[in-house]
């Protein structure tokens, strides 16, 4: 389902709403372009239930989605605490590390990826960082 108009979803909605159709319209409306105010209906999961990854990952999402950056690597260090061995878990923390300019942290997650086989685009934000400066 893709929403269309601009939603209008209040706090009492999403403290009325189910877990799952909490995390249904979430992921709706991160599809739709609307990252706020999914981040806003995920919240309610990841606070329901604080071991749901899939849940994490969408709410990391959402907030990567919107540039809100610190909430977006708080979402992707809990993914990856849920689940070390996802290399794409890895891959999200260090973009949401490099977008805010901490590429030598984001650069030791793009390693773990690029370990795991995640893709060829890890190992190259890890030589841009390692690459000799002058």
Do not use: C, Q, W, Y
């Given at each position: 389902m893709t929403i269309y108009l601009t939603?209008?979803?209040?706090?009492?909605?999403?403290?009325?709403m189910?877990?799952?159709?909490?995390?249904?319209l979430g992921?709706?409306?991160?599809?739709?372009?609307y990252p706020r105010d999914?981040?806003?209906?995920?919240?309610?999961?990841?606070?329901?239930?604080?071991?749901?990854?899939?849940?994490w990952e969408l709410l990391g999402r959402s907030h990567f989605a919107a540039a809100q950056l610190c909430p977006a690597e708080d979402a992707f260090r809990r993914l990856v605490e849920l689940e070390p061995t996802s290399a794409w878990a890895q891959t999200a923390l260090g973009l949401a590390l490099d977008r805010q300019s901490r590429?030598?942290?984001?650069?030791?997650?793009?390693?773990?990826?690029?370990?795991?086989?995640?893709?060829a685009r890890d190992a190259s934000?890890?030589?841009?960082?390692?690459r000799p400066k002058g």
């Open positions: 939603p209008n979803i209040t706090d009492e909605k999403i403290a009325a189910e877990i799952f159709d909490a995390f249904r992921e709706e409306l991160l599809d739709s372009r999914a981040a806003r209906v995920l919240r309610k999961v990841v606070d329901a239930e604080p071991g749901n990854a899939a849940g590429h030598r942290e984001g650069a030791v997650h793009h390693r773990l990826a690029a370990a795991m086989g995640a893709s934000r890890v030589e841009l960082v390692d």
